[in-house]
Every structure is written in C-alpha cells, then in structure tokens.
C-alpha cells in the first residue's frame, strides 16, 4: 500500500505526515484519533515502514529492504506493537517496553512503539507511560491510536501531536461492504445506522439484523395500507424479535429510515433513499402523505428513541408510537 492510496481515504492525515517526512520533521510522539475502520492503523504501519527505511523516495518506504520486510510480517525487532491485554493495557506492559527501548536498537539507532486501544490504559500504565513520552530517546517515534481520546490524561495529550482521522463517506462504506460481497441493499441499511464499517459487517453477520430490516419494512407497509392492523402486527412479530432496550433502538432507528426515505421520495431524492427494494410503495405513500405529516411522523419516533433512554416500558413505548403515527 503507498500513501497515495492511503491518502484517498484520509487526505489530510496523509498530507501532513508525507510533509513531516520529505522536511525530516517528525513529531516524537502522534495520537491518531478516529472512529474504527478509518485507517489509523494501517496509516500507523506505513509511517512506520517510513519511517525506518533507508532506501525510501521522499516519503515512500520501499517496501523491498529488509526494515520494510520485517515490519510487514510483524517481527521488526525494533518495532514494538502493544495492545491491551484482556480488557486493558496493563502497567507492566508499559515497563516491559521500556525495558525494551533500554537496549540499543538492534538494526539501527531508531526505534518505534504503536499502542492500539491507548484509552484503555490503566492509570498507572499511563502515568509510566507519560514518563517515557517526557524523555523520549533521540530516534523514538510512539503512536497512540484511540477511538476515545477523552478517555486519556490530558497530559498525554498534549505531548503527543493530534491527527484526526476523517469518519468513512456512506458511499465509500457500501462500496466496500459490496466488495466484501454483502448485498447492496444489506450493506445500504447498515451503512445507514453507522460508519464504522467493522460495527457494520458486526450487524450484517447477524442473521437478527438481517430478521429486523424485513419485519420492520413489514411495519412501514402495514401503517401505510393497513393501518388497523398494526397494534396487531407488534404483538405478532415486532414485539416477539425487537425482546431488549438496543434490539429496540435500532428498530426505531430501521423505522425512522423508511420515513426518511419517504420524505427523500417526495423530495424527488430517490438516489438517496435507503430502501430502494421497495421503492415502489414508498412513491406510492409519499404522494399520498403531505410533507408535514411525514416530518411529524419522524418527530414521534424521535421521540420515542428519547422515552426509551428514560426506561419507559418497552411494548408499552411501541403501541404509543404506532398509534401516533396513524394519527400523523
């Protein structure tokens, strides 16, 4: 992978850091923070590669030398990866690598840690850690990735430079889930609740998710043409397979999409709508339905996403709803 590639999907990260290496101004410490699946490890490696290879054009490491080599297949000696053991990264963790960084590099000089997940630190780990990262040796590079960087100590914080990495575009992440050989309009539903695309293949993986989307276009159809039937299709399918507090919350959050899609519809935005297998009875409700009925129809179920944090009563919330959104 070269930078070029890595830069489509993370522009600014990857300009800076390109920058910072052609002007031979590399910060001793970076925190890399992002959603999951934004790059900021395989950004991290590549830095790495950079970093180390004695070969490299401007800012591109070889790939071919023997430093290149080796930190692709994991086993640089002077590379070390530090993920959390069991729950958290654990002091001894943090003393074993600077135990490590005590001896001389054995390739060259430099040397080079990557911690993954570094919110999970536990306190005492960071503050060793803090101490490294205040007397850092000449040829060290640490790279901190998080996905909760207001988890850590201020004081790492402001130690390390801070490099944001951009969250994946919708498109960008159905495409990559249809490379992956998800169904579009599978890989269009999940891209819709997140974009995180590990959290995304979790739902698509999940034979439950995939039950959810069908009895949930179910309802839509039902509160549309039938609407006398509704109350009775929650106790039939609804209420039976969406049983917890999050199995709810994401059918609220399945059901506010087909509104969407059909306010989108009458918006002539039919590009945009999620739901595009059934497209033809969302053109159909959304000529029958005037603007304002549909936005107050979102308006309730946004509202009953906010009940359901205060606990409310979960099959009592759902016939609430309904009835609400047969009334417009």
């Known amino acids: 992978m070269e930078w070029n590639t890595l830069a489509q999907r993370q522009p ?3 300009k800076l850091l390109t920058n910072s290496l052609k002007k031979e101004r590399l910060a001793h410490a970076y925190l890399f923070k992002g959603n999951k699946g934004t790059g900021k490890k395989k950004i991290s490696l590549h830095l790495t590669k950079a970093y180390f290879c004695r070969v490299r054009k401007d800012s591109e490491p070889c790939g071919e030398c023997p430093d290149c080599k080796r930190i692709d297949s994991g086993n640089h000696p002077d590379v070390h990866l530090v993920k959390p053991d069991g729950q958290s990264i654990k002091i001894e963790q943090i003393r074993q ?3 490590e960084f005590s001896y001389l590099g054995l390739e060259s000089k430099s040397k080079a840690y990557i911690l993954e997940h570094a919110e ?4 005492q780990a960071a503050n060793s850690l803090l101490k490294f990262l205040e007397e850092p040796g000449q040829e060290t590079i640490a790279i901190l990735l998080t996905e909760n960087p207001q988890q850590l100590l201020d004081t790492i914080r402001s130690r390390c430079q801070i490099l944001t990495f951009a969250p994946q575009s919708q498109n960008e992440l159905i495409e990559a889930l249809t490379e992956k050989d998800y169904s579009n309009q599978l890989a269009r539903t999940a891209a819709a609740l997140t974009n995180d695309q590990a959290e995304a293949e979790e739902y698509l993986n999940d034979e439950w ?3 959810a989307r069908k009895n ?5 159809e039902e509160l549309f043409e039938r609407p006398q039937r509704a109350l009775l299709a929650l106790h039939e399918y609804w209420n039976p397979h969406f049983k917890e507090k999050q199995q709810v919350e ?3 959050d399945l059901l506010l999409i087909w509104y969407k899609d059909v306010f989108l519809t009458q918006l002539e935005e039919e590009h945009s709508i999620v739901y595009s297998d059934h497209q033809n ?3 159909v409700q959304a000529l029958q339905s005037s603007q304002s009925r549909v936005r107050n129809q979102m308006l309730h179920i946004l509202e009953a996403k906010r009940r359901l944090n205060a606990n409310m009563n979960l099959q009592l919330l759902m016939e609430q709803l309904v009835l609400r959104l047969q009334e417009g």
């Not at 949930?216 to 839509?220: E, T």
């Open 12 to 14: 600014y990260v990857v």
């Open 97 to 99: 690598l600077q135990k």
């Open 281 to 283: 009875i969302l053109s």
């Open 216 to 220: 949930v276009l179910k309802l839509g």
């Open 120 to 123: 999970r630190m536990t306190n």
């Open 250 to 252: 994401i059918g609220l």
């Open 209 to 211: 998710f995939v039950i």
